[in-house]
């Protein structure tokens, strides 16, 4: 595709019988990848907002279609406007309402793009005339369902984030290194190896402590909490994660390297290397809540 678009960029702006461009047909297919490809090399701003037979932009059809993150791509290119109005009348935004008022049933990464489109419509559409936004109480009110994927995630950073902190703690009265038999403090305590072992030991423990707090308040407001923290809960996890890796590896050299050093230097190379492979394996997404 990429190819086709360097020998031939007008391959973009062709459309099939229902109108639909390369856009459309990346959001209705369900592609992700395709359409960040085209976000990419495809830079004209009609092409992205263009309107096929029925008045849908891509962002339309994407929040018709549920496909959230094809829409969450389009909402956080600044080209794509999220004002427009389809035959009917309807923005993105509605669309998802409109849904919702049908009795379907809405789960949380839906109620999620609804809160980003009503967020970007605000700053973005003062001026245009758009259908009446639905309370957030009242969408919340038609989840028929109960998320299944959302409990199970809550339950796997919750228990993550304990075993962290239950491992930091250990940690910390069990100082690489030991203890001076007569004046109590850690043999190690003066090199600089040892106060970056105490620091990200520390880090590692307090992130985990604080996702495993929140993430007890979860199931007061399941909803508000899955749209607002739950990210930062991933993200404090992945701290702590790294926060103990670096833990590995200063306690790891604080004891080894004096007798042995290529033995640490092995250690601490593995170590940096993990979060490097996790990147280079899932780019990006590593930072985000799979979708």
Sequence with gaps: ??????????AAEMVDSKGRNAFHVAVTSGKVDALKRLLKHVRPEEIVNRVDHGGNTPLHLAAALSR????????????????????????????????GASGEEMDTYEMYLWKKLKKHEACRCQKQQLPPIATY??????????????????ETYT?????????????????????SQTEGTAIHGHTAAFKIFVISNTVAMCSSVVVVFCFIWAWRDPVKFKLDQLMWGHRLTIVACLAMVVSLMTAVYITVAPTARWPAYVVIAIGASTPAMVFLILGKEALYIPL
């Design 1 to 10: 595709m990429v190819e086709l678009l360097k020998h031939c960029p007008d």
């Design 137 to 154: 109480q009242s969408l919340r009110g038609r989840r028929a369902g109960h998320d299944e994927y959302f409990k199970h995630s809550v």
């Design 159 to 179: 228990l993550v984030a304990t075993l962290i902190a239950t491992v930091s703690f250990a940690a910390t009265f069990t100082m690489p290194g030991g203890y």
């Design 68 to 99: 959230v993150q094809s829409a969450l791509l389009l909402i956080k290119d600044r080209r794509v406007n999220p004002c427009i109005l389809n035959r009917d009348g309807q923005s993105a935004r509605s669309l998802i309402e409109k849904r």
